[in-house]
């Protein structure tokens, strides 16, 4: 059941459940900009503030990222680690499959983002990506995009 929103310090509304995409997982493994957004979210969900879901296709897709990135066996420790956190990995059903075909059919999004933004809209969660793929989406699922990555490290502060 859904909590309902919260007020921000700022006044404005935040949702209080959200869906990590691949690319915000890998923006937290490689500190990236938007990092401490993640961060943030994840400390929010172990003090029950917020829900964290991620879909099923995110697993993969981190994982192969990460094992061609850095090889198996650190794929592999990382992997096992975002396991850990305090979010709901969410699988396939029939009714997924059918919902993703949709967002597929009406909208430029590939394969595995059209299950990213399903499983989003199943769980009306806002999703936190920073895939300009996503853009395709504004109106029809929440966004919360994270800064693009800019192909150099985040400076040591």
């Known amino acids: 059941m859904r909590r309902g929103s919260k007020l921000a310090n700022g006044g404005a509304l935040v949702a209080d459940r959200f869906l990590l995409d691949t690319s915000a997982f890998i923006t937290l493994t490689d500190k990236e900009g938007g990092f401490e957004r993640v961060q943030h979210l994840l400390r929010a ?71 990213v933004a399903a499983t989003a809209q199943r769980f009306q969660a806002t999703l936190v990506h920073k895939d300009p793929d996503f853009d395709a989406l504004k109106g029809v699922i929440p966004l919360e995009a994270l800064p693009p990555k800019t192909g150099g490290a985040v400076p040591e502060v």
């Not at 099923?56 to 420790?77: H, N």
């Not at 850990?84 to 990995?89: D, H, L, M, Y």
């Open 45 to 115: 969900a172990r003090r029950g503030e917020v829900e964290l879901h991620a879909s099923f296709v995110t697993l993969t897709e981190v994982r192969y990222i990460l094992t061609y990135d850095r090889g198996e066996e650190k794929a592999g420790r990382i992997s096992d680690a975002i396991r850990k956190f305090p979010v709901a990995w969410h699988h396939s059903d029939d009714a997924l499959c059918v919902e993703a075909a949709k967002v597929k059919a009406a909208h430029k999004v590939s394969f595995a983002d059209a299950f």
